[in-house]
């Protein structure tokens, strides 16, 4: 998945590139991102429990502003490291491929 933002030019092309990718039984909503989001916005812009983000927070791996006893985090903090998560597991995942490849467990069409 790639992370926005995305200006007016590249706007069309990666919507149409989400829209395949999601299949066409899919439901797509678009809206604004807020610059703070709340512990429940990071779990959706990340696609985690609100558990899983507030753990990320509660970490560092996530830097929070407090407003009273609310977490704020900024909404570029949340789109980095979303990019980092998906960069990583691509790795790995492609990683994995090669070793399964090279071990010759996919079987020959």
């Known amino acids: ?15 149409a590139r ?3 990718e999601l299949g066409p039984d899919t439901a797509v909503m ?45 909404r570029t903090e949340v789109l980095a490291l979303g990019e980092r998560h998906t960069r990583i597991r691509t790795e790995v995942l492609d990683n994995l491929a090669d070793l399964t490849r090279r071990e010759g467990m996919y079987e020959k069409f």
């Open 18 to 20: 989400l829209l395949d």
């Open 30 to 74: 678009i809206g604004l991102v807020p610059a703070l989001l709340t512990i429940a916005q990071v779990a959706d812009v990340l696609g985690c429990s609100r558990r899983y983000a507030a753990r990320l927070v509660d970490t560092g791996a996530l830097p929070a502003e407090f407003h009273g006893l609310h977490r704020r985090v900024p």
């Open 1 to 15: 998945m790639t992370f926005g933002p995305f200006d007016a030019r590249q706007a069309p092309g990666e919507l």
